[in-house]
């Protein structure tokens, strides 16, 4: 296989479990702690899932496993292939599938008027903890990238834009959910409401917003946790 020939049919968690693989062999135990401190961002998946993967691609013969010492135990570590990593260079050379961000909080929102006011608020406050609560997450990473280079100093380039869309994305929530909440709090109730100053005033916004497209070089994402300070989260 090279990366004209298509690669396996595989789920993009498989591939993802290869790239792992690519970087060095793994146990299986530090193989699911690296997926989930950096996976948990872009594409989580349950633990279950990530203990199973690496079995298929041992199946496929895209990965190797073998059992090592581990004190009075032994453990099963995996190494990828020469045909996995054929494969990973062909999945990486396709076209990415559409992004899919599932968040229900806006689930919640659209349905809001078959509930209550406060209902919807408890779900944008939920949103705006998860959010702040990632960012901060994320910030310690990043200082461990810059303290010592982490476990993949030579992968910091990639890292680094990486940290910043989802820095830009937690922020993205907080400011939403101010916003929201204020709004919300504004409500009489969650029903029967209509258009209201302020909604017309966001709708005339959004049809007015030019696509800049290329917003050019910016400084990084202003958010101010509840430590007072700012910064970019990370992964891997």
Partial sequence: MDRDSPPPSLPTTSYAILGMLALRPWTAYELTQQLRRSLTYCWPKAESVLYDEPKRLVRLGLATAHREPA?????????????????????????????????ETMVRLIYADQGTKEDLLGAVRAARGWADERFADGR????????DGGPFPDRLHIIALFARF???LFELILRWADLAEAEIEAWPRADGVGMTERAHALLQELVSRPMTGHAGEQGLPAHQ???GTRGPVGSA
Wanted: overall charge neutral; glycine content about 10%; proline content about 6%.
């Fill in 71 to 103: 004190g009075r135990r032994t453990r099963t570590a995996y190494a990828i292939t020469d045909e996995g990593r054929r494969a990973l260079g062909a999945w990486l050379a396709t076209q990415p599938g559409p992004p899919r961000f599932e968040f």
């Fill in 140 to 147: 310690e990473q990043v200082r461990g990238y810059l303290a």
């Fill in 166 to 168: 989802y820095a830009d």
């Fill in 225 to 227: 946790d509840s430590e």
